[in-house]
């Protein structure tokens, strides 16, 4: 069964260091995303993207976030320059239009992003 | 705006013994509602979905939830418990004002006990 992968599994940074977090949506879905979990808080959306542009994002993704999709298979989270409350659990996410299923998002495992 | 509410924190359920988990939701159209789960370690797994067509909604693994419009709520049971569900499930509603955005509930942590 397709499924959403995310490396690394785990990644650590030092403050101020740029860090990208790789995710490869299922092959044939076309709206991705990007939400947050820190530790002992909600799940929280970060951002959406379609067709090469952002479709919605949170208050919380700022100048220092930016998504890509460089090729046809991977979706990238660039944090330039880190802060200890990005700490945090990253979930990848993609959903594919049209048809039963348009709703339902399928997530990836996670990168777990500690900066120190 | 549309959130979820979910209602115990942490459940302890004995094996083989129902379990039950509640969500409220606040909605002004009517939502679309998902069950996902996350196991110890791993990725967030759609449990089930209730987007209108049946308000008894069948999921993964023995699971089903009753959309109840009237208690706007949307418990999440399972007759029996099995081990392999200790983990933390989460109440999630999609906003009627954003294509894909979720929002998600505070999470429920079953632990279950032999």
């Known amino acids: 069964e397709p499924e959403v992968t995310q490396t690394p599994s785990h990644q650590v940074t030092q403050m101020g260091q740029e860090v990208i977090l790789r995710c490869v949506p299922i092959s044939n879905h076309l709206y991705f995303y990007w939400y947050r979990q820190i530790l002992g808080q909600k799940v929280e959306f970060l951002v959406s993207f379609y067709n090469n542009e952002i479709s919605e994002k949170s208050e919380i993704f700022d100048d220092q976030f930016s998504v890509e999709r460089p090729d046809g298979s991977n979706f990238t989270l660039k944090i330039r320059s880190t802060k200890l409350e990005d700490s945090a659990m990253y979930f990848c996410a993609s959903n594919q239009p049209g048809g039963t299923n348009t709703d339902t998002q399928y997530f990836g495992p996670g990168t777990r992003l500690t900066v120190l | 705006a549309q959130s979820v509410t979910q209602l115990d924190s942490h459940v302890s359920v004995s094996e083989g013994t129902p379990v039950l988990l509640r969500c409220n939701y606040s909605?002004?159209?009517?939502?679309?509602l998902f069950w996902y789960v996350q196991h110890p370690n791993k990725g967030l797994q759609l449990l089930l979905k209730y987007t209108s067509a049946a308000t008894l909604v069948k999921g993964i693994n023995g699971f089903e939830a009753e959309f109840k419009k009237s208690e706007t709520s949307f418990h999440l049971t399972k007759p029996s418990a099995h081990m392999s569900d200790a983990a933390e499930y989460f109440c999630?509603?999609?906003?009627?004002?954003?294509?894909?955005?979720?929002?998600f509930g505070a999470g429920t942590q079953v632990v279950v006990t032999p």
């Open positions: 999630v509603v999609r906003r009627t004002d954003s294509w894909g955005k979720l929002q």
């Open positions: 909605s002004s159209y009517s939502p679309s």
